[in-house]
């Protein structure tokens, strides 16, 4: 306007002032950790000394309450044990469920019984599976987890020779992880694989410690509403209704139950089939990894 003052702001000097970036949220934990472990200056890849500003996360629920606890982990090497878990997987075959051991679903964990502990000395040739200069326990225990509770094409793949981990909530094959505290290490010898170095965690911070650094937070999600009362409590993030820009005409059909999962996965069938007739597209989805026949 003629005779008022003008501020002109470039775009190059918005972008040089105000450090705004996209991040793949692995790499973010990632590039934190490092950060915090490098020795150099030259070595740090964020904005120190305060690299948290204000963040935007998508699937805010997914990332902060669904897998908020889940470690983002940075783990040195140590493999004078490797020797010890194919012996291990031996015996966890050899032991009965009952007999020799006693499994407890809800918190996946085995408890071996007298009798147990006697077969395992037996066949390892020990006087004792806690020995403190020969101990066997952790990796028996760990052989009979793997055997117990983590399933092919459920909670892992092989591919190429290596036991990769399946995010059970988003179905996807995550091949940079590995389970801690020797598990990963059970499974391979399990599936006669070559057993990779004992993983020694020098770094480890999860989704919710990581985005409770940002003085201000905020994100968006269509399924925010249920979670409200926890996004308050932890993060003191009120959650926001947005109404929608035409009315709503969506049907919610009531809820169903079967007896059996063969009716339901076979009504399912006849579901999608129907659909499709119809012309309609049709997303499945499932926290399990499916091969998918071409």
């Known amino acids: 306007m003629r005779g008022e003052p003008t501020i002109c702001v470039t775009l190059h000097t918005l972008i040089t002032r105000f450090s705004k970036t996209a991040h793949n949220l692995q790499e973010l934990g990632f590039d934190y950790l490092r950060d915090n472990l490098s020795r150099k200056k030259e070595q740090l890849v964020m904005r ?3 690299p948290f500003h204000f963040s935007i996360v998508d699937e805010v629920d997914s990332v902060l309450i669904d897998e908020g606890r889940n470690p983002l982990l940075i783990s040195g ?166 109404p929608t820009n035409l009315p709503n005409i969506r049907v919610d059909l009531p809820i169903q139950a079967f007896a059996t999962l063969r009716g339901k996965w076979q009504y399912v069938r006849e579901e999608v089939e129907s659909m499709f007739q119809l012309g309609r597209p049709v997303l499945v989805g499932t926290t399990r990894y499916i091969f998918l026949a071409t």
Do not use: C
């Open 48 to 50: 120190w000394p305060r």
């Open 77 to 242: 090497e140590d493999n004078r044990e490797a020797a010890r878990y194919p012996v291990a997987a031996k015996v966890a075959d050899l032991l009965i469920e009952g007999a020799h051991y006693t499994v407890e679903l809800k918190g996946n964990n085995i408890d071996l019984t007298e009798d147990g502990v006697t077969y395992a000395e037996m066949i390892l040739g020990t006087n004792d599976l806690w020995d403190e200069n020969d101990p066997w326990a952790r990796f028996v225990t760990n052989a009979l987890k793997a055997k117990e509770f983590y399933r092919r094409d459920v909670q892992y793949i092989v591919r190429n020779g290596k036991a990769l981990i399946i995010n059970e909530l988003t179905g996807r094959v995550e091949p940079k992880r590995r389970w801690s505290d020797g598990i990963h290490q059970a499974v391979e010898a399990k599936e006669g694989l070559k057993i990779q170095a004992d993983s020694v965690i020098v770094a480890q911070i999860t989704y919710q410690s990581l985005f409770k650094l940002y003085p201000k937070l905020s994100g968006m999600t269509g399924t925010a509403k249920t979670e409200e009362k926890e996004f308050l409590k932890m993060f003191k993030m009120p959650v926001i209704e947005v």
